[in-house]
Nanobody
Framework: QVQLVESGGGLAQPGESLTLSCSVS????????MAWFRQAPGKEREFVAN????????TYVDSVKGRFTISRDGAKNTLYLGMNSLKPEDTAVYYC?????????????????WGRGTQVTVSS
């Protein structure tokens, strides 16, 4: 059973940076396809970024390309999302997701383990 716990959310002003963490237990990050999703109030859950189990493939939604970076630390068994140049439209609850399946892609139903989420609010 893979368990995921997000942290690092909070309040940021436009243009500032935040780094989200997702602590993983039950399986090594190197054996998981992992992703970040987000859900803004009144909107559907949206794919943000993913990294494959090998670690050689990363995908980003167009709206965060060049600003967000997904990464992982095997020693800490943790997934990260570095967020720079934050915008008000980045405001959402951010969720970490994982699956033992390979090449999970960008669909939320491809991931079968989820964290509870961490709130990110970007406002001046």
């Amino acid at each position: 059973q893979v368990q995921l716990v997000e942290s690092g959310g909070g309040l940021a002003q436009p243009g500032e940076s935040l780094t989200l963490s997702c602590s993983v237990s039950g399986r090594a990050v190197y054996n998981l396809d992992m992703a970040w999703f987000r859900q803004a109030p009144g909107k559907e859950r949206e794919f943000v970024a993913n990294i494959n189990w090998i670690g050689d493939s990363r995908t980003y939604v167009d709206s965060v390309k060049g600003r967000f970076t997904i990464s992982r630390d095997g020693a800490k068994n943790t997934l990260y999302l570095g967020m720079n140049s934050l915008k008000p439209e980045d405001t959402a609850v951010y969720y970490c997701a994982a699956t033992r399946n390979r090449w999970a892609g960008t669909r939320s139903d491809s991931y079968n383990s989820w964290g509870r989420g961490t709130q990110v609010t970007v406002s001046s």
